[in-house]
Structure formats: structure tokens, C-alpha cells
């Protein structure tokens, strides 16, 4: 028994020792497998760390190329209005590779943007030891005229129509006779009220502040600052438009400097530039302009104005209106002036496909039919070109297609009133308008706001020089780059 006992118990010994002897085995074939895999992981890792230091390098450089970019632009307004107006400026047009970033170099280019308020930089960056690219697209914006109509307040008592640009207010904005539409869009950072015609939009500060509806196209007014909200008016540069003035008037012999107040009746000037600048008048008391009148450039007066009277043949002008004119006119076009359905507005429905009902009994927005509105050439369509005498000129050929003349002012059974103004107007006072048309945009910084009549129509291409350069960044994406 006991030498059995021995031989099971050896037996067992040699049991375990085979066990580990298989375990180290294992242990040393599985390690002989994965050290060549985890060598490779390892080499692959350091590859791909170098390639994204590489790349994030590239990236920084193209970054400062960008913000390089930026304080050139806002170094002194003519590096804008160079750029906007096609010329380069040396070493931000491709032709100077930068090397004060540590790692690598860059380089820029700076061109006009898709309208003469913006400038497209791409900027590329190269990593130094292994020529990695890395290019950024951002897009420059001037902030410039965004209203028709900005003023301290809106229709005291106005009966302006305003049209192809929306019309804002620093305060409330009461809305009476014509000015009382469904069109344009209307923001204000108080409540937006009427006294006849349409109800009040809001007068109460609580949520919401916008409407008749809540989403999509048929929003009319944003009422207590409503997002977007009403920016702050801006400021000419005053000591340069005072400069610019007096420099034209002794190029030309005109009076267009006048210190103190100053009154001129039936006033016709077609010229509107001087060289290479807007011709400018600047009046540093009240200014009043009556009698039959039409002239153009930028006025600038550090009083108040008054326009009276009416316009002059001179003013029959062919402008560009903007292209997206017709965001006016989706809750209601000038073909509906004063239609209104029952009940509340938020209650009323517009066709959002821009067809027309076959009974149409209220407002309606925007459809395929032209001549809707001024320039109107189909649903949300403008017409490239529009005449202030004879109407839409799809082809800009002189040849005019408005089937309706839309009637708009005291000719309103013709729409055929020329121009009383075409350009920039901005009052540090109050202005005062009557039957004038103006195209372009009116700033009237006092209280007062429009207190006449006529007409504003909008240009979205004022190019005005403020007193600060007002330039944001307003895209920013990466781009394939170009190597150098």
C-alpha cells in the first residue's frame, strides 16, 4: 500500500509539473505572437501622433493667416474698400509666404466677397519639416445699412411707405395710413402699435414678441427686441464726410459744405460721384430741400431735415433692386394694400407655395404673378433692373415689361413717380419727409423718425463709411488647400 500510495502521489507531481511546463509554453508563444502586433501598434501610433502634430501645425499657421488677415482689414478703412473694389494689397495676395510662426509659414489671399460689404480670405498653412497643407476659408463682413428706414423713432405720425428693405426703431414704432401695411418687415425694441388700419402687432413686453406667426416665412414684426433684434444706428465718420465735402465743393464750385443752416428749393444734380468718391453734402444745422428736386450722393446733416415738395423728371433712373426684395412681401403685396381677413391676424393663412387662391378675399403674400409689388418678376423673383418711371426691366435693356405699373404715391393709378433722392441720408436730428421717393436708405438718429410721406426704397449696395470699421467675421470653414 505504500509504495502505491507513493507511485499515485509522484504521479500526480509529475501531473502539475507538465500543467506548468505547458503554461510557460503558452505564455511564451502567445507573447511571441503579440510582440511583433503590439510593435506595430506602437510604430503605427508614433506615426499617426507625427502626421497630426504635423497636421495641426499647418493647421495653426493657416489660423494665423486668418487673424493676420483680419487686422490688416481693420487697420484703416481703404484696406476694405481696396479689396471690395478689386485691387490687391501687397503680401495679401498670395504672393508672400510668412514665417514668423514657429513650424511652419503661410500664406494669404484676400479678395471681394459676393457683395462690396464682404472680403473672402483663404489662408494656407505649411508644416516645416514635413510640407503638410492645411487652407481656411473665412468670409469678412462690413456691418453696414441693413433698413430702408432706421430711426430713434418710427411714425409719430408717418405716412412713409417703405419698401424692398425692412424699417426699425430704437424705440416704439406707431404705424398710420400708409405706413399702417402688412410690408415691409418691422422690428422695434419697444411695442409696434397703430392707431387706424391693421391692429396693434404688440404693445405688451411678454413673450411673444413677433408674428402673426411664430415660424417660417409669415413673420411681419419683432417687437420689445425681438431676435434678431435692432442694432444700434450708426455713426458716419463725420470729420471725413466734413473733409470729403469741402475738398468736392472746391473741385466743383458747388455748395455742398454749409456751415450752419441751409434751405434750397428745386435742387437737380445727376451727378453723384466725384472722381472716384460719393458726392457729398454736408450741413452742420437744419437743412430743407423743397420744390421739385432730384439729386444723389450722401447727405449728411447734424440737424434736422425736412424734404417737401415732389420730384423732378431728372429722377427718372433705372436702379438694381435687391435681390431679396420679395422677404417684404410674403404676408402681403401692394396689389392687397388695406385687405384683411376676419378675426386676428395670427388666425389669417398664407399660401406658402407662392400660388394665388382662386377667391381671394384678404391679404396675400408673394406668388408666380408679376407685378405684385415694385420690380416684382415672380414668386420670390425680382427683377434685375427697375425703372422709376416706366417699372420692371427683366432683360436691363431698356426695354420695360411692367404689365401693371404698380401704383404707389400720389400717382397711384400710374406708378410713375421719379426719384427725389438716390444714395444715403443720415440726420443726427429729426427727419420730416412728403411726397418724395428716395431710393437708397434714411439713418435719423432723433426722436422724431419720419413724420411725411413718400416713398423709401431700399439699396442693399451703400457702401458708407462709419466711425469705427465695423468689420466681423461672419463664415469660417476649411478648404482644400493649394500648395506653394
Known amino acids: ?38 510593435e506595430m501598434f506602437v510604430r503605427n501610433e508614433s506615426i499617426w501622433t507625427v502626421k497630426e502634430r504635423k497636421n495641426t501645425v499647418a493647421f495653426h499657421l493657416a489660423e494665423a493667416g486668418i487673424d493676420r488677415a483680419y487686422w490688416k482689414l481693420i487697420e484703416k478703412e481703404d484696406n476694405f474698400k481696396d479689396i471690395t473694389e478689386g485691387a490687391a494689397i501687397p503680401g495679401y495676395a498670395d504672393d508672400v509666404e510668412y514665417t514668423d510662426v514657429k513650424g511652419g509659414s503661410y500664406k494669404i489671399n484676400m479678395t471681394v466677397g459676393d457683395t462690396n460689404l464682404k472680403v473672402q480670405v483663404i489662408a494656407t498653412g505649411k508644416d516645416a519639416t514635413s510640407k503638410e497643407y492645411r487652407a481656411i476659408k473665412a468670409v469678412f463682413a462690413k456691418q453696414g445699412v441693413t433698413a430702408a428706414l432706421q430711426a430713434g423713432s418710427v411714425g409719430a405720425s408717418g405716412n412713409a411707405t417703405i419698401h424692398w428693405g425692412p424699417m426699425m426703431s430704437l424705440s416704439g414704432m406707431v404705424l398710420k395710413g400708409a405706413a399702417n401695411e402688412l410690408y415691409p418687415r418691422k422690428l422695434a425694441r419697444g411695442s409696434i402699435t397703430s392707431n387706424a388700419g391693421y391692429a396693434d402687432r404688440d404693445n405688451n413686453p411678454n413673450a411673444p414678441n413677433k408674428g402673426p406667426h411664430l415660424s417660417g416665412d409669415h413673420i411681419e414684426w419683432w417687437s420689445y427686441n425681438e431676435s434678431p433684434g435692432v442694432p444700434d444706428i450708426l455713426t458716419p465718420d463725420t470729420s471725413y464726410y466734413a473733409s470729403l465735402a469741402q475738398e468736392q465743393e472746391t473741385a466743383t464750385g458747388l455748395n455742398l459744405y454749409v456751415n450752419g443752416n441751409y434751405s434750397e428749393n428745386n435742387l437737380v444734380d445727376t451727378v453723384c460721384d466725384v472722381g472716384a468718391e460719393r458726392k457729398v453734402r454736408f450741413i452742420t444745422g437744419n437743412a430743407a430741400f423743397g420744390g421739385s428736386k432730384y439729386f444723389c450722393g450722401v447727405l449728411i446733416v447734424l440737424g434736422d431735415l425736412t424734404f417737401s415738395g415732389n420730384s423732378s423728371n431728372a429722377g427718372k433712373v433705372s436702379v438694381t433692386p435687391p435681390a431679396e426684395a420679395w422677404r417684404e412681401y410674403l404676408c402681403n403685396v401692394p396689389t392687397h394694400s388695406g385687405a384683411a381677413d376676419p378675426g386676428a391676424m395670427t388666425t389669417w393663412t398664407y399660401e406658402p407655395d407662392g400660388s394665388h387662391p382662386a377667391t381671394c378675399d384678404g391679404p396675400h403674400g408673394d406668388t408666380a404673378a408679376v407685378d405684385e409689388y415694385p420690380g416684382d418678376a415672380g414668386y420670390k423673383v425680382v427683377s434685375p433692373c427697375y425703372h422709376f418711371y416706366e417699372g420692371r426691366d427683366d432683360n436691363c435693356d431698356g426695354i420695360y415689361n411692367d404689365s401693371g405699373h404698380i401704383g404707389l404715391g400720389s400717382n397711384a393709378t400710374q406708378g410713375r413717380e421719379p426719384l427725389s433722392f438716390q444714395g444715403y441720408i443720415y440726420v443726427a436730428g429729426d427727419f420730416d419727409k412728403g411726397s418724395d421717393r428716395i431710393f437708397g436708405a434714411v439713418h435719423a438718429a432723433g426722436t422724431g423718425g419720419i413724420t411725411g410721406g413718400g416713398d423709401i426704397f431700399y439699396d442693399e449696395n451703400i457702401n458708407v463709411r462709419f466711425l469705427n470699421n465695423n468689420i466681423a467675421r461672419v463664415s469660417w470653414h476649411e478648404v482644400a488647400p493649394t500648395e506653394f
Request: no cysteine; charged share 20%.
Open 1 to 38: 500500500m505504500r509504495m502505491r500510495d507513493k507511485l499515485i502521489h509522484f504521479a500526480r507531481r509529475a501531473g502539475r509539473g507538465q500543467m506548468a511546463i505547458m503554461l510557460v509554453l503558452v505564455t511564451l508563444l502567445f507573447l511571441l505572437i503579440m510582440i511583433p502586433v503590439i
